[in-house]
T-cell receptor
Framework: ETGVTQTPRHLVMGMTNKKSLKCEQHLGHNAMYWYKQSAKKPLELMFVYSLEERVENNSVPSRFSPECPNSSHLFLHLHTLQPEDSALYLC?????????????FGSGTRLTVV | QQQVKQSPQSLIVQKGGISIINCAYE??????FPWYQQFPGKGPALLIAIRPDVSEKKEGRFTISFNKSAKQFSLHIMDSQPGDSATYFC??????????????FGDGTTLTVKP
């Protein structure tokens, strides 16, 4: 365990379903991130939260909706997804204060849209 | 516009050899350069990182070489082992006004170490 826990590990959903991905960290970090990792593509930043406030939305379609109820939890709500949204969704956290530090990633949720 | 370019895309090395992965960046505002290691089914894990005030950092068999004037940095894996077989990502980071920090990743290098 890295200190960042993602659930579920695998998810298969139809295009009309609504589901949520969950991320939890107890590292005392103030910043949390959602990344999308597709085959043959670099890691794509989706959302950034700092102290529970969304500070970046990287032109992500509205069918992805993030939520950060507190500094330890981050959700990604999914609805009416497309097959091209199938990917590994990674949550990460960082201290988020002062100097920049590396990320601690979770193991990801492997999403398949059918 | 890709801000961090990583090469090679894949690398095959014999056990005991040296693995070298290179990255180049464009934005001089970057002030933190981490490398991540990712095994199948896992998220990337921070391996080693460097800040631009030093030219080299070594941790065990892993060394980062940093050339600020050329805007390039590289990862060297000495005495490469089959267990090092993984995908390696370089990244370049800078602190945002929000204090969140933001990393831009390279495309990744798949390393295979043959026994």
């Amino acid at each position: 365990e890295t200190g960042v826990t993602q659930t579920p590990r695998h998810l298969v959903m139809g295009m009309t379903n609504k589901k949520s991905l969950k991320c939890e960290q107890h590292l005392g970090h103030n910043a949390m991130y959602w990344y999308k990792q597709s085959a043959k593509k670099p890691l794509e930043l989706m959302f950034v939260y700092s102290l529970e406030e969304r500070v970046e939305n990287n032109s992500v379609p509205s069918r992805f909706s993030p939520e950060c109820p507190n500094s330890s939890h981050l959700f990604l709500h999914l609805h009416t997804l497309q097959p091209e949204d199938s990917a590994l969704y990674l949550c990460a956290s960082s201290p988020g204060q002062g100097m920049v530090y590396g990320y601690t990633f979770g193991s990801g949720t492997r999403l398949t849209v059918v | 516009q890709q801000q961090v370019k990583q090469s090679p895309q894949s690398l095959i090395v014999q056990k005991g050899g040296i693995s070298i992965i290179n990255c180049a960046y464009e934005n001089t505002a970057f002030d933190y350069f981490p490398w991540y290691q990712q095994f199948p089914g896992k998220g990337p894990a921070l391996l080693i990182a460097i800040r631009p005030d030093v030219s080299e950092k070594k941790e065990g068999r892993f060394t980062i070489s940093f050339n600020k004037s050329a805007k390039q940095f590289s990862l060297h894996i000495m005495d490469s082992q089959p267990g090092d077989s993984a995908t390696y990502f370089c990244a370049a980071s800078r602190r945002e006004n929000t204090n969140a920090g933001k990393s831009t990743f390279g495309d990744g290098t798949t390393l295979t170490v043959k026994p």
